[in-house]
């Protein structure tokens, strides 16, 4: 008798995976590098790149300088894009099927891109448009960490300025704030009498707060004409924390996007409430990785750009694809041993619901080991099926 509870165990329980994807400052040369030296995709990436932009974007991710690869309009290009290789590398070729997505800031429309709602071009060029149009506004913004909500409203209620806006809720503790030109030197001296840890993002102007209305205008205007594509998976608002309705909610979310808070501290009490078992951040450094374990108790969170993260990636789902790999083998091997109890012959039967799925669990097997890829979720399922299609058949055990 034949017992398949372990293997029954083994498919059915499927991580359930969030990815989230970071936003801008985050830039730094080398990016991607081990990725081009190892896998021709990250390469090939890089060169669609080049040709959208006009410019050398794998040139200045990889070699530099800074400083001009931290203009904006240069690194949103190079944060997206590598963000991009990373998902194509370790979670598409790995079959990873996400239960949602999210992104801060630039990563939502990273999310967006990877979920299948834009295509590359697409979404590069509309990353690139949006950073020149927000380089038009004026105004400054400031990092704030060891600080509360309430205490930071009132500094800000203190000053009696309506241009002073906390543009993204990175955490209970953290804040960035926007402002104009004018009200930045009493911002930043009130804010230094404070207990807070202040950080002025001199490559910064004001970000996602209404001082960026005439950005968002012209960002509407330029998708106007766009057509955008079903999401392969959920992918949740920055400022909401839900989930995008369809395609059609995709301009209005990236026109708010530009001129509405970022409630990150949201998006991560979402995520910690949802039946999410696995945080992945995919894209450089790991930002969102250190908020999501400081933050709330989603432990099993982990960096694809760090070697530590990369190193529990592998540990904890590559080796899984060794694991299906054996399951559907053993899968094959047990309906070829299973000897055939049937009383009542019936060639045909025969061949519809024993040789047929045998060929096909077969061919299901084999296509993947061709590609050296692990077997989707979808398609273990079908090879389960067929397989439980033979057992009955033959009159073997089925588990329960």
């Known amino acids: 008798m034949l017992n398949y509870s372990v293997t029954a165990i083994s498919y059915e329980k499927e991580m359930k995976y969030i990815l989230v994807f970071p936003g801008n400052g985050i830039q730094y040369v080398g990016m991607c ?67 949602a997505a999210t992104g801060h800031s630039l990563g939502e429309i990273t999310a967006l891109l990877c979920s299948g709602a834009m295509s590359f071009e697409e979404t590069l060029k509309l990353v690139y448009y949006r950073s020149l149009y927000i380089n038009e506004a004026k105004g400054k913004s400031i990092l704030i960490d060891d600080a509360d909500e309430y205490s930071l409203k009132k500094i800000i209620k203190r000053i009696g300025s309506n241009n002073i ?52 205008d012209k960002l509407k205007e330029y998708i106007r004409d766009f057509s955008f594509n079903d999401m392969a998976f959920p992918v949740l608002s920055g400022i909401s924390a839900k989930a995008y309705s369809g395609k059609d909610e995709i301009p209005h979310n990236l026109y708010n996007q530009l001129t509405n808070s970022v409630c990150w501290d949201k998006v991560m009490q979402k995520i910690e409430n949802s039946e999410c078992e696995c945080v992945i951040e995919v894209g450089p450094k790991s930002i969102l990785t250190e908020l999501m374990i400081n933050n709330t108790i989603m432990k099993n969170t982990f960096s694809l750009d760090t070697p530590e993260g990369i190193k529990e990636f592998e540990e904890n789902y590559l080796k899984k694809g060794i694991e299906n790999s054996r399951i559907v083998r053993e899968y094959i091997r047990d309906v070829i041993a299973l000897k055939n109890n049937m009383k009542n012959y019936d060639e045909d039967d025969y061949n519809n619901k024993v040789c047929f799925p045998y060929n096909k669990m077969k061919e299901i097997y084999e296509k993947y080991t061709d590609e050296g890829i692990d077997f989707s979720e979808k398609d273990m399922k079908v090879i389960k099926d067929y397989a439980d299609m033979i057992k009955r058949t033959k009159q073997a055990f089925i588990y329960e």
């Open 165 to 216: 806006y906390i543009s993204c809720y990175n955490s209970p503790s953290q804040f960035m704030v926007s402002c104009t030109d004018e009200e930045y030197d009493e911002l930043f001296e009130q804010l230094k009498q404070s207990e807070f840890s202040i950080t002025p993002m001199f490559n910064s102007g004001p970000v996602h707060c209404p001082l960026l209305s005439e950005a968002a």
């Open 33 to 99: 590098k081990k990725l081009c030296d190892n896998y021709p995709i990250a390469n090939e990436i890089f060169e669609q790149a080049n040709q959208i932009l006009g410019f050398d974007l794998k040139k200045l991710c990889l070699k530099g300088s800074l400083a001009k690869l931290s203009k904006l309009e240069v690194s949103q290009a190079a944060i997206l894009t590598a963000s991009y290789i990373m998902y194509k590398v370790y979670i598409e070729s790995n079959n990873i099927v996400p239960i």
